[in-house]
């Protein structure tokens, strides 16, 4: 699948209700960006098919879930809608935690949001592990005729700031909402399948490695798995 094109007859899986309650892993998701740019539209119209013309600013923050069945795993994907303003960020420095995908939003017609891409990058870098994917989402495709970011910029910026995927999206018309949050459930059960798999080739070669190298990999394994368990818990407790 190529990142600037992700594949669309890729049909290796199923949508479920955002309900369902059975899961095989469940990974943090944060959505990030300047106010206005269609965080909370792109969210809703993922999880939900909603679209709302009217802006409502985020408080805080909200939460929706995506779940996903690919190739007999069903992945649940926690999302965390975030606001802009500065008033909250202090609460928006705790959500990183344990978050395993950022998506980044700028809006196509505002350039000013897409100024701002470089102070969430560094948000994300402070605040969270080196592990963490970021996808860089330029919303709000159907106001073409306004655009003020040409598509080439965009791309150069992802690819000079090393993110993980590029798409343009529209909350409005739909196009690429889903895609952006299906692509992220493919990417992090690549990871986890890859993690797993470093774990067990470790734990075959024990004599290969020393003691140190043998601590640190196990830890890796374990906060990979424990942080989206213990989300599950938090969300069981709360909801
Ligand atoms: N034309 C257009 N408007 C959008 C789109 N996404 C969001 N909006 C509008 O932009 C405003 C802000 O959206 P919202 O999702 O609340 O932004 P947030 O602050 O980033 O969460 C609202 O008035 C939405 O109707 C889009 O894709 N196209
Ligand atoms: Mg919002």
Redesign the pocket.
Known sequence: MSAENPDDDNEDYEILPDDHQVYDLNFKLIVI????????????KATRNI????????IGFEFYTFVIKIKEKIVRLQIW?T??QEVYRSLINGFYRNTSLAIL?Y?IDKVQSFKHLEFWLNDIKTNSGPEIKIFLIG?????DEKREIPIEEAKNFYKEHGLYMFME?????GFNAQKIFIEAAHVLLEENKKMKEKLEKMKNNKDNINENQKVKLTQEGESFNDSNEQDTQKRNKCC
């Open positions: 960006g300047d106010s206005g740019v269609g965080k909370s539209c792109l969210t809703k679209f709302e013309n009217y802006y409502s600013p985020t809608d606001c802009g939003v809006s919303n709000k495709k159907d106001l999206a529209s909350a409005k018309t």
